[in-house]
């Protein structure tokens, strides 16, 4: 198992309105190729104006394949045109991880 750990961080005051433009376009096209995440969180303390989202994956071929299928959808693309001209993001952290030997991880 290997588990997608993705940090966005956002101008300040723009956090919902990303997440707005995500709900309504980028959404349905990111679980249509890479399934329910298993989570997706807001930052309540700490560095504020982040959110967080996990995804799960077999192995790093499965995220692969997954992730290039949703790389070529139109619908993706749209996605990622509309948030680069809207500005809200500021960065992005990546962190692929695995489970520790005694967690059983359930879908």
């Known amino acids: 198992m290997l588990f997608d750990v993705r940090t966005y961080s956002c101008r300040p005051g723009t956090i919902k309105l990303q997440l707005e433009l995500y709900e309504k376009l980028g ?3 990111q679980t249509r190729h890479l399934g329910q995440p298993v989570a997706f969180l807001v930052t309540e303390t700490g560095p ?4 967080i989202h996990i995804w ?6 499965d995220r692969e394949t997954k992730r290039a299928g949703m790389q070529a959808d139109p619908d993706w693309q ?5 948030s680069a001209e809207a500005g809200y993001l500021t960065g ?4 692929l991880m695995t489970p520790a030997s005694f967690f059983k991880f359930k879908r």
Do not use: M
């Open 27 to 29: 959404f349905t096209p």
């Open 48 to 51: 504020i104006n982040t959110y």
């Open 56 to 61: 799960a994956y077999e192995s790093a071929a």
């Open 78 to 82: 749209a996605f990622l045109k509309a």
């Open 92 to 95: 992005q952290q990546t962190q």
